[in-house]
């Protein structure tokens, strides 16, 4: 792990690839912090950074986990009218509500929207997620 100069003075210290992995993959872990791995295993958080940019930089990161977000291609060619009569017909009665939940990390955005304007509904959606 270290090099010494006649057995006594420190020059560099050289870390395993292995160990810059385990490192690495630590700081991706949930509710950790970059300075608390680097400090349970007696690093700078410095150098920690230093290996992190190091590895974006040369791409060897491989992400094991699922991305939080996928993007969807969402149709364009569907018509107010069209959408209107699918869901007037779904709903049966004037009463019913088209409900639309979002959620984020620690909050919620519920939209209600009444079926007999889903026309209005798709327009506004159109809109929000252009």
């Not at 057995?7 to 395993?16: A, C, F, P, T």
């Not at 509710?31 to 950074?49: R, T």
Request: hydrophobic share 40%.
């Amino acid at each position: 792990m270290e090099r010494l100069i006649d057995g006594q003075r420190r020059l560099r210290r050289e870390y395993s690839a292995d160990f810059k992995a385990l490192v690495l993959a630590q700081t991706r872990g949930p509710g950790a912090s970059v300075a608390g791995v680097a400090l349970s295993h007696g690093l700078h958080p410095n150098m920690v950074h230093r290996w992190l940019r190091e590895e974006r930089l040369t791409g060897t990161h491989v992400q094991q986990q699922p991305p939080a977000f996928v993007a969807l291609p969402v149709p364009t060619g569907v018509s107010d009218v069209r959408v209107a009569q699918t869901a007037g017909a779904a709903s049966g009665a004037e009463g019913e509500f088209i409900r639309i939940e979002l959620q984020r990390t620690g909050a919620t955005i519920t939209i209600t929207w009444p079926v007999t304007v889903a026309a209005q509904c798709a327009q506004a959606l159109r809109e929000l997620l252009r």
